[in-house]
């Protein structure tokens, strides 16, 4: 059974456009993470919750936003999407920041920038 | 010098060969590693948890080396199935949920 679930899996979109990809867990996970990632390029995480806290990693282009209504659900917004924002953005969980906790990720969401 | 460090390859193993592969890391104060196994536009998913005295899990062995800063892992009697992409995880120094990812060693097994 998913546990970290996305949507859509394919995303295409204008460029400009703006977009939103979701993502919801049923692990009750403390903390959940938004990356990208480029074709055989590591993960870029772009921002996490631990909760209701946002945390912003300092490289993280002011077009992208996240939201995060309930420990359930959380969103990652795209305000004006570009060529480069075309990749796969990953959504995980980890139940806490202990030591030796794993990240949990959903299938991921593959966005398309015509 | 990158924080998190690894060969791309692709490693190209017989079936049945034992492989293993190395992964560097620069902060000394790192606590956490981790092996994640990806397949072509998948999401990654979690091989294993390396400990300090090292850990094993059927065909795969993970080592943790600190005083030089790298951990292992070995895969014997590979099958078809293990080839992927498997990506070294640390932890960022001062900082448990922030992990580091490298890009990845491309797996390859032939029949």
């Known amino acids: 059974d998913a546990m970290v679930i996305q949507n859509p899996r394919y995303q295409v979109t204008q460029f400009g456009k703006p977009v939103t990809l979701s993502c919801s867990q049923t692990l009750n996970h403390n903390v959940m993470y938004w990356y990208q990632q480029k074709s055989s390029q590591a993960p870029k995480l772009l921002f996490h919750y631990y909760d209701k806290d946002f945390n912003n990693e300092a490289d993280t282009p002011d077009n992208f936003q996240s939201r995060r209504p309930n420990t359930s659900f959380c969103f990652l917004d795209i305000r004006s999407p570009g060529l480069g924002d075309a990749a796969m953005y990953l959504c995980?969980?980890?139940?806490?920041?202990?030591?030796?906790?794993?990240?949990?990720f959903g299938d991921g969401t593959r966005l398309s920038i015509l | 010098r990158k924080e998190v460090e690894q060969d791309p390859g692709p490693f190209n193993v017989p079936e049945g060969a034992t492989v293993a592969f190395n992964c560097t890391y620069s902060n000394s104060a790192s606590q956490s590693f981790f092996w994640y196994r990806q397949d072509c536009r998948k999401e990654p998913k979690l091989l294993m948890s390396v400990y300090s005295s090292g850990n094993e899990d059927g065909r795969f062995t993970a080592q943790l080396n600190r005083a030089s800063q790298y951990i292992s892992l070995l895969i014997r009697d590979s099958k078809l199935s293990d080839s992927a992409t498997y990506l070294c995880?640390?932890?960022?120094?001062?900082?448990?949920?922030?992990?580091?990812w490298g890009a990845g060693t491309k797996l390859i097994i032939k029949p």
């Open positions: 995980a969980t980890s139940s806490d920041y202990r030591v030796n906790q794993p990240q949990h």
């Open positions: 995880v640390v932890n960022k120094r001062d900082s448990n949920y922030q992990l580091i």
